[in-house]
Antibody
Framework: QFQLVQSGGEVKKPGASVKVSCKAS????????ISWVRQAPGQGLEWVGW????????NYAQKVQGRVTMTTDTSTNTAYMELRSLRSDDTAVYYC?????????????WGQGTMVIVSS | EIVMTQSPATLSVSPGESATLSCRASQTVSSNLAWYQQKPGQAPRLLMSGASTRATGIPARFSGSGSGTEFTLTISSLQSEDFAIYYCQQYNNWPPWTFGQGTKVEIK
C-alpha cells in the first residue's frame, strides 16, 4: 500500500535547525513530487514547499525562502525538509504529501505528520 | 498569490441531511481545485481533485462542482464519519499552492 512515514516529533530552541524525514513505500518514488504542508496549532493548512523526487528541483513558499531546504535520497526513497533559524511561529505539525501527478497536483498520500515545537 | 476563501466557517448539520460548502478563488484556477477532509489528530485526506473527480475510495455522497473562481462541495445524507473540517486547495498557480481556511462541519 502507498505510504509516507515521517520522523518523530522535535523540540527546538529559537534559532536552531530541524530536519524532518519522510520515507515513501509502495510506489515508484522518483515518479512523483513531494510537498511539505504545515499546520500551526488550531490553524489551517499552509504549503511550505515542493521537491521533485525525479530531479531534485524545488519550489518554496516565500515565507520560508532562504531558511528551508528540501531534498530527496532516491537510494532510500526518503524526502527531507530542513528548516533553519527557527522561530516560535514555525511551531506546527509538518506533513509531507505526494503530489498525484504532473497534470493533477493534488496531494493524494499524506504522512502522519511531525510535530515541531520551537520554544526557549 | 491566489487567496482561497471558504464559507461558511462552521456548518451545523443533522445526520442524514446534506451539506453544501463553498470555496472562492481570488482569480481563476480553472478546474485545478482539490478538496480535503481532516479529522482531529489526523492528516488531511484527499476527497476530490479536478474540482469534481472523487479520489479513490471516496463515497458517492461526496460531489464537487465549479470552475474558474467558484466551487462547491456537497455531502448528501451526512454520516457520523463525515463530521470534520474540509479544506479547498488550488494547484493552478504557484508558488504557493494555497488552501482555504477550512469549513468545520459539526453535528447539529
Amino acid at each position: 500500500q502507498f505510504q509516507l512515514v515521517q520522523s518523530g516529533g522535535e523540540v527546538k530552541k529559537p534559532g536552531a535547525s530541524v530536519k524532518v524525514s519522510c520515507k515513501a513505500s509502495g510506489y515508484t518514488f522518483t515518479n512523483y513530487g513531494i510537498s511539505w504542508v504545515r499546520q500551526a496549532p488550531g490553524q489551517g493548512l499552509e504549503w511550505v514547499g515542493w521537491v521533485s523526487a525525479h530531479n531534485g528541483n524545488t519550489n518554496y513558499a516565500q515565507k520560508v525562502q532562504g531558511r528551508v531546504t528540501m531534498t530527496t535520497d532516491t537510494s532510500t526513497n526518503t524526502a527531507y525538509m530542513e528548516l533553519r533559524s527557527l522561530r516560535s511561529d514555525d511551531t506546527a505539525v509538518y506533513y509531507c504529501a505526494r503530489e498525484r501527478g504532473i497534470a493533477v497536483r493534488a496531494f493524494d498520500i499524506w504522512g502522519q505528520g511531525t510535530m515541531v515545537i520551537v520554544s526557549s | 498569490e491566489i487567496v482561497m476563501t471558504q464559507s461558511p466557517a462552521t456548518l451545523s448539520v443533522s445526520p442524514g441531511e446534506s451539506a453544501t460548502l463553498s470555496c472562492r478563488a481570488s482569480q481563476t484556477v480553472s478546474s485545478n481545485l482539490a478538496w480535503y477532509q481532516q479529522k482531529p489528530g489526523q492528516a488531511p485526506r484527499l476527497l476530490m481533485s479536478g474540482a469534481s473527480t472523487r479520489a479513490t475510495g471516496i463515497p458517492a455522497r461526496f460531489s464537487g462542482s465549479g470552475s474558474g473562481t467558484e466551487f462547491t462541495l456537497t455531502i448528501s445524507s451526512l454520516q457520523s464519519e463525515d463530521f470534520a473540517i474540509y479544506y479547498c486547495q488550488q494547484y493552478n498557480n504557484w508558488p504557493p499552492w494555497t488552501f482555504g481556511q477550512g469549513t468545520k462541519v459539526e453535528i447539529k
